[in-house]
């Protein structure tokens, strides 16, 4: 049984928890982050290559075949999918009670937060963990409000830093068309060697619109 489910079984307190058990329980996770990405590159592959099959045969029998393997591929991603947003969202947790811990010892007479909670928050805190159409950064928002360090500065990008969020902005670029792959990645590298995403001048966004075909 992990941590969490002690937590929210009311086995255990956030309160009675070590830093020690809470770093060995992070590495868990992490652990199981790990392989569940592996598990998702290994079965997107798959689907590839199925797609590909059924792309380049003209049999209408072999077609349902790779169809029935490409849906059945989709389904196990699906729920590892699933599976991954869940670890996330408890090493999540984990990593936030751990720096709340943290400042509380490090600062004397730090309020602690964590006695605040009630059997309903952690109930609240249950439900948005099993449902896997709330996203991470969601999640983070609703389990700061609920802890009380919703607009502390020491808690903001705890789980990603700096860098991670910088990358997340790069994505975001990508996904809108303003950067390619190899400009995303430059912009990438060049944030975290020291200053953060470089905006990009607006008239060269708005040359590059009027070049792109109607």
Do not use: C
Request: aromatic fraction near 4%; avoid cysteine; charged fraction near 40%.
């Amino acid at each position: 049984m992990s941590i969490i489910e002690k937590i929210f079984r009311r086995r255990r307190k956030l309160t009675d928890l070590s830093l020690e058990e809470l770093r060995i329980e992070e590495k868990r996770l992490e652990i199981r982050e790990n392989q569940h990405i592996n598990q998702i590159d290994r079965l997107e592959k798959q689907r590839e290559e199925t797609f590909n099959q059924g792309a380049k045969t003209k049999s209408p029998p072999r077609r349902r075949i790779y169809a029935r393997r490409f849906n059945e591929l989709s389904q196990r991603l699906g729920m590892i999918e699933r599976d991954l947003s869940r670890v996330v969202k408890e090493l999540m947790t984990l990593n936030r009670v751990r720096v709340i811990l943290e400042r509380q010892r490090q600062i004397p007479g730090q309020r602690n937060v964590l006695e605040n909670l009630s059997e309903k928050d952690l109930g609240r805190i249950t439900t948005l963990l099993e449902d896997d159409r709330i996203s991470e950064e969601v999640y983070l928002q609703k389990l700061d409000l609920m802890l009380g360090v919703v607009h502390e500065p020491a808690y903001e990008t705890q789980e990603i830093g700096s860098e991670g969020m910088e990358v997340l902005k790069t994505w975001e670029a990508m996904d809108e068309g303003e950067l390619d792959f190899d400009e995303g990645l430059k912009e990438a590298s060049q944030a975290q060697e020291g200053g953060g995403r470089r905006e990009r001048p607006e008239a060269e966004r708005a040359e590059e619109r009027e070049a792109e075909p109607n």
